[in-house]
C-alpha cells in the first residue's frame, strides 16, 4: 500500500535580489523557506559570503554591479543576464519571488518568457516612489505586492501586504 502512494512534488521557488537592504527583506521570508524546493540567487559580495554555509546547495551568485559604475555596469548587467538564463533552466522555478533590484530583472523576464509565475514585492524603503525594477515589472508580475498604502496609490493594481520586518 505504501508504494502506492505518491510523494507530493514541492513547488520550486527562486528567490532573488541584489545584495543589501533587498537582500535583507528577500531573507525575511526565510520561514516559509522549508516548505519549497527553493534556491536563492543575490550578488556575491564578502557580505553574503556566509549564505553558503547557512544555505547550502540552495545559493547562487550573480556578479555584483550597480548602475552608479556607468561604465562596467552595462556589461555586468549582460553577464548577469546570461547567468540568469542558465540558472533559470537548471532550476526551472515554477515561482520567482524577488524585493528587487537590477539583478533581479532579467530573471523575472525570463521566468515570464518561460511561464513561471513572478511574484514582486517593492521594496519598504520607497514609501512615494517607484523604483526603477518596479516599474518595469509590474506591468507583467503575477502578484505584485507593496509594503505601504501610501504605494497603492502609484500601483493601483497592487496587493498591499504590510511590511516584511
Known amino acids: 500500500m505504501d508504494q502506492?502512494?505518491?510523494?507530493?512534488?514541492?513547488?520550486?521557488?527562486?528567490?532573488?535580489?541584489?545584495?543589501?537592504?533587498?537582500?535583507?527583506?528577500?531573507?525575511?521570508?526565510?520561514?516559509?523557506?522549508?516548505?519549497?524546493?527553493?534556491?536563492?540567487?543575490?550578488?556575491?559580495?564578502?557580505?553574503?559570503?556566509?549564505?553558503?554555509?547557512?544555505?547550502?546547495?540552495?545559493?547562487?551568485?550573480?556578479?555584483?554591479?550597480?548602475?552608479?559604475?556607468p561604465l562596467s555596469y552595462p556589461l555586468k548587467l549582460f553577464w548577469n543576464s546570461c547567468k540568469s538564463l542558465y540558472f533559470y533552466w537548471k532550476i526551472k522555478p515554477d515561482f520567482i519571488i524577488t524585493t528587487g533590484a537590477h539583478t533581479a530583472g532579467p530573471m523575472c523576464c525570463i521566468g515570464k518568457l518561460f511561464g513561471s509565475k513572478i511574484i514582486y514585492i517593492e521594496t519598504f524603503a520607497n514609501r512615494t516612489t517607484k523604483t526603477i525594477t518596479g516599474r518595469?515589472?509590474?506591468?507583467?508580475?503575477?502578484?505584485?505586492?507593496?509594503?505601504?498604502?501610501?504605494?497603492?496609490?502609484?500601483?493601483?493594481?497592487?496587493?498591499?501586504g504590510g511590511w516584511i520586518y
Open 4 to 69: 502506492d502512494i505518491k510523494k507530493v512534488k514541492k513547488k520550486k521557488i527562486l528567490f532573488i535580489s541584489s545584495t543589501g537592504g533587498h537582500l535583507s527583506e528577500l531573507l525575511q521570508l526565510s520561514p516559509m523557506f522549508s516548505d519549497y524546493d527553493y534556491h536563492i540567487i543575490t550578488e556575491r559580495t564578502k557580505s553574503n559570503e556566509a549564505l553558503l554555509q547557512k544555505y547550502p546547495n540552495h545559493i547562487s551568485f550573480l556578479v555584483y554591479g550597480t548602475k552608479h559604475h
Open 136 to 160: 518595469i515589472i509590474y506591468h507583467f508580475a503575477d502578484l505584485f505586492i507593496v509594503q505601504w498604502e501610501s504605494m497603492l496609490k502609484l500601483y493601483p493594481k497592487a496587493v498591499y
